[in-house]
């Protein structure tokens, strides 16, 4: 394999890997605070409809973005309800927004555009160019973000109470802190994370939304962040890794095998996916999540 080929896998994986890491950032922020994001898919999918839609209609793709994030945004706060405010199962919350998302999304699009759930191809500033290296601002920006979560997370006195709130409520409670409002902060940056993955998507990666667009890449990212054991800098390496197998089963499409012959296309792309069910069933099997992930926090009178 030549070297440029080479760069042009690890070209594509660094595209491919953006939504995944965003969305990852995305559920570190939300799960770090104690609520468990399993809607993280959903959250991509509306904010990918709301982007294309509203870079559509408004000729800008920043709008477009906007858009998206807010998008997520409110679709998040649903979650946030449900898990923080009413107390109820934070897992079962998750799926109805995933589920809610695919349904309306789909519908959504058929009734505004008449295209089978699509939105109209998005042309020119309806879309992010590129502005170093062939990648988009999009890109850049959600880089940024794995050492902005690193600090503040790590190094701010804002982290530091998020990051108790995920461990011991009952301590910060005691303090003074409000735990609702520091879970529901992290709800709303998980949201706009969520809103940049979903805008890069149907924005910046391609040309339009397509109905389940995401593809499952939201249960990627959650593997990945469960494998990066919740850490900002190894969900960037995760993150790239399933990139990488991504950017590496579009180029061993129509493979052939010494015994086996041409590999089904479907093997190849099923490559990611296939990782993901063998570090959850293996590797990521010890790793420790913050200790209030999951469980709603009943102040005691």
Not at 73 to 81: M, Y
Not at 144 to 173: I, M
Not at 236 to 242: D, I, Q, T, W
Request: charged share 10%; proline share 4%; net charge positive.
């Amino acid at each position: 394999m030549d070297l440029g080929i080479l760069v042009t896998i690890f070209d594509s994986a660094l595209r491919l890997s953006i939504p995944l890491l965003a969305a990852c950032l995305a559920g570190l922020w939300s799960e770090r605070s104690g609520v468990v994001d399993i809607g993280l898919e959903g959250k991509m999918l509306v904010a990918a409809f709301a982007g294309a839609a509203g870079a559509y209609a408004f000729g800008s793709a920043w709008a477009g973005l906007l858009l998206g994030i807010i998008a997520s945004v409110a679709i998040g706060l649903v979650h946030g309800f449900a898990s923080i405010s009413q107390r109820g199962n934070q897992i079962v919350s998750g799926v109805a927004i995933n589920m809610l998302a695919a349904g309306l999304t789909a519908i959504v699009g058929n009734a505004w555009y008449a295209q089978g759930g699509r939105t109209p191809p998005l042309e020119g500033d309806q879309r992010f160019g590129s502005v170093l290296f062939g990648h988009s601002a999009l890109v850049y920006i959600v880089l940024l973000a794995v050492p902005v979560t690193w600090f503040v997370l790590g190094r701010t006195r804002f982290g530091l109470r998020l990051r108790a709130v995920g461990e011991n409520p009952a301590a910060v409670d005691t303090a003074g802190i409000s735990v609702t409002g520091l879970r529901y902060t992290a709800v709303i940056i998980a949201g706009i994370l969520c809103g940049f993955a979903g805008a890069y998507l149907s924005v910046g990666q391609a040309a339009g939304f397509l109905p389940n667009m995401t593809a499952g890449r939201g249960f990627i990212a959650l593997a990945a962040l469960i494998f990066a054991k919740w850490r900002a800098w190894p969900a960037l390496g995760a993150c790239f890794l399933f990139g990488l197998l991504d950017a590496s089963a579009n180029q061993l499409q129509g493979l052939s095998l010494p015994g086996i012959g041409e590999v089904p296309v479907q093997a190849i792309q099923a490559m990611p996916y296939l990782m993901t069910v063998i570090l959850l069933a293996g590797v990521i099997g010890k790793a420790i999540p913050p200790r209030a992930s999951g469980v709603p926090y009943v102040k005691e009178r």
